[in-house]
């Protein structure tokens, strides 16, 4: 079945949506926060994400949302404020991007090991040396096998949105997992859209009040975080947080059955869309604002008779391997783009690619796979370049072994 992205509801009389205003990414994602009635902000804004933090203090200081905003010194602290605030039952926003991401590596794995549910945004930004700002996913990737929630999002709507999703996600007592909104850096912390703003009612019915309960940290409540557990208990630690990013696949689909609810039949599947690939024989997936090329060249495809259709997925921890099987079982063949590096990894693919046909191996009818790497650094993926992914794509399924094939696009000669 194709899945494609329905528009918020056009009347805001119900309730259900209150405004319209015309928003960049990061805008979106400040909104969201304001309506997710955060508690706690800890900001050291670093380009590209540096205006979600910018109009998150402009919204305090015009009165319009009341939250205690803590400028920290360094991404190392911003990011163990938000973890810390957590703990003693705060609902806590902070974010990065690139480098900074990195410098806080020991506050983010602790936090996902001591099972807190925080946000953080990450403003896609390419990895220095060489210096970069533009957009690169191995920053939020980095995360991924920590025990982390990873989720990105292609459109400043879906940022707002995804805000309240992922709280409600996160901090579900099934869950406790912290969660990673990944943005990509320009492309969409950047560009604007029309934002239909949900009303603060439909927002709080949708996503409950903060409680950790009996974890919550609290001279009333003494319990240990974090003890020195060694050979004695780290493997049965382990195992908890493993079933808990289990677990989680379960509530996503509940938290989307939820919004969908309140806001309309606005995500026909969870982890993923599906564009215009009812009958295809070959698609492309990728993550991101990849989707916007895409799917413009599955437009133009689809008008000379071509049988292309695109995947966006939108959810990659916990990945949704029996859903994502299924669906890329149906196609001859199936293109990986890779905005990432994973340099000296198995046939020299992308991060997404291993993901993928790892996904793919057990099935029946696997397609055949090809890799594509591009957008690095920020370099634009044209329309012109996924016309030429799909030829690439499309001929896979004519060769005899095509899975370890990769092609590097829009690399200077």
């Given at each position: 079945?194709?899945?494609?992205?329905?528009?918020?509801?056009?009347?805001?009389?119900?309730?259900?949506?209150?405004?319209?205003?015309l928003?960049?990414?990061?805008?979106a994602?400040?909104?969201?926060?304001?309506?997710?009635?955060?508690?706690?902000?800890?900001?050291?804004?670093?380009?590209?994400y540096?205006?979600?933090?910018?109009?998150?203090?402009k919204?305090?200081?015009?009165?319009a949302?009341?939250?205690?905003?803590?400028?920290a010194?360094s991404?190392?602290?911003?990011f163990e404020?938000?973890?810390?605030a957590?703990?003693?039952?705060?609902?806590?926003?902070?974010?990065s991007?690139?480098?900074?991401?990195?410098?806080?590596?020991?506050?983010?794995?602790?936090t996902?090991?001591?099972?807190?549910?925080?946000?953080?945004?990450?403003?896609?930004?390419?990895?220095?040396?060489?210096?970069?700002?533009?957009?690169?996913?191995?920053?939020?990737?980095?995360?991924?096998?920590?025990?982390w929630l990873?989720?990105?999002?292609?459109?400043?709507?879906?940022?707002?949105?995804?805000?309240?999703?992922?709280y409600r996600?996160?901090?579900?007592k099934?869950?406790?997992?912290?969660?990673?909104?990944?943005?990509?850096?320009?492309?969409?912390?950047?560009?604007?859209?029309?934002?239909?703003?949900?009303s603060v009612?439909?927002?709080?019915k949708?996503l409950?009040?903060y409680?950790?309960?009996?974890?919550?940290?609290?001279?009333?409540?003494?319990i240990?975080?974090?003890?020195?557990?060694?050979?004695?208990?780290?493997?049965?630690?382990?195992?908890?947080?493993?079933e808990?990013?289990?677990?989680?696949?379960?509530?996503?689909?509940?938290?989307?059955?939820?919004?969908?609810?309140?806001?309309?039949?606005?995500?026909?599947?969870?982890?993923?869309?599906e564009?215009?690939?009812?009958?295809?024989?070959?698609?492309?997936?990728?993550?991101?604002?990849?989707?916007?090329?895409?799917?413009?060249a599955?437009?133009?495809?689809?008008?000379?008779?071509?049988?292309?259709?695109?995947?966006?997925?939108?959810?990659?921890?916990?990945?949704?391997?029996?859903e994502?099987?299924?669906?890329?079982?149906?196609?001859?063949s199936?293109?990986?783009?890779d905005?990432?590096f994973?340099?000296g990894?198995?046939?020299?693919?992308g991060?997404?690619?291993?993901?993928?046909?790892?996904?793919?191996?057990?099935?029946?009818?696997?397609?055949?796979i090809?890799?594509?790497?591009?957008?690095?650094?920020?370099?634009?993926?044209?329309?012109?370049?996924?016309?030429?992914?799909?030829?690439?794509?499309?001929?896979?399924?004519?060769k005899?072994?095509?899975?370890?094939?990769?092609?590097?696009?829009?690399?200077?000669?």
């Amino acid at each position: 079945m194709t899945v494609t992205m329905e528009k918020p509801k056009s009347g805001m009389s119900d309730g259900v949506y209150e405004r319209e205003e015309l928003l960049n990414g990061c805008q979106a994602v400040a909104q969201g926060v304001c309506l997710a009635d955060v508690d706690v902000i800890a900001a050291y804004p670093i380009r590209p994400y540096t205006e979600v933090m910018d109009a998150l203090s402009k919204l305090i200081a015009d009165g319009a949302f009341d939250a205690e905003y803590i400028i920290a010194d360094s991404e190392h602290s911003q990011f163990e404020i938000v973890k810390h605030a957590s703990s003693v039952n705060a609902r806590a926003f902070g974010g990065s991007s690139g480098t900074g991401w990195m410098y806080g590596m020991e506050a983010l794995t602790v936090t996902a090991t001591d099972r807190l549910p925080p946000m953080f945004v990450v403003g896609n930004r390419a990895l220095d040396d060489p210096g970069a700002f533009g957009v690169e996913h191995n920053d939020a990737m980095a995360v991924r096998d920590l025990g982390w929630l990873l989720c990105w999002v292609t459109t400043p709507q879906e940022a707002l949105e995804h805000v309240l999703i992922g709280y409600r996600v996160a901090e579900d007592k099934n869950v406790r997992m912290p969660m990673a909104l990944a943005i990509d850096g320009a492309f969409l912390t950047h560009s604007q859209h029309i934002v239909k703003i949900p009303s603060v009612a439909a927002a709080k019915k949708f996503l409950p009040q903060y409680d950790l309960a009996e974890r919550r940290l609290h001279p009333d409540n003494p319990i240990s975080v974090a003890p020195q557990a060694n050979e004695d208990w780290v493997m049965e630690i382990r195992r908890q947080n493993w079933e808990a990013a289990k677990r989680a696949r379960g509530v996503i689909k509940e938290a989307y059955k939820e919004f969908n609810a309140i806001f309309g039949e606005r995500y026909a599947q969870p982890y993923f869309d599906e564009y215009m690939t009812d009958d295809a024989e070959t698609v492309l997936i990728g993550v991101g604002t990849v989707a916007a090329p895409g799917r413009t060249a599955v437009k133009r495809l689809r008008e000379k008779g071509h049988k292309v259709g695109y995947v966006n997925l939108r959810w990659f921890r916990p990945f949704p391997t029996e859903e994502l099987r299924a669906c890329l079982s149906r196609f001859k063949s199936v293109g990986v783009v890779d905005r990432d590096f994973a340099h000296g990894s198995p046939d020299n693919c992308g991060i997404l690619m291993h993901e993928i046909r790892s996904c793919l191996y057990p099935a029946k009818n696997r397609p055949a796979i090809v890799n594509f790497i591009g957008g690095l650094g920020g370099r634009d993926l044209s329309i012109a370049d996924a016309q030429k992914m799909f030829d690439i794509t499309a001929q896979a399924a004519k060769k005899d072994s095509m899975d370890g094939y990769i092609t590097w696009i829009g690399l200077r000669e």
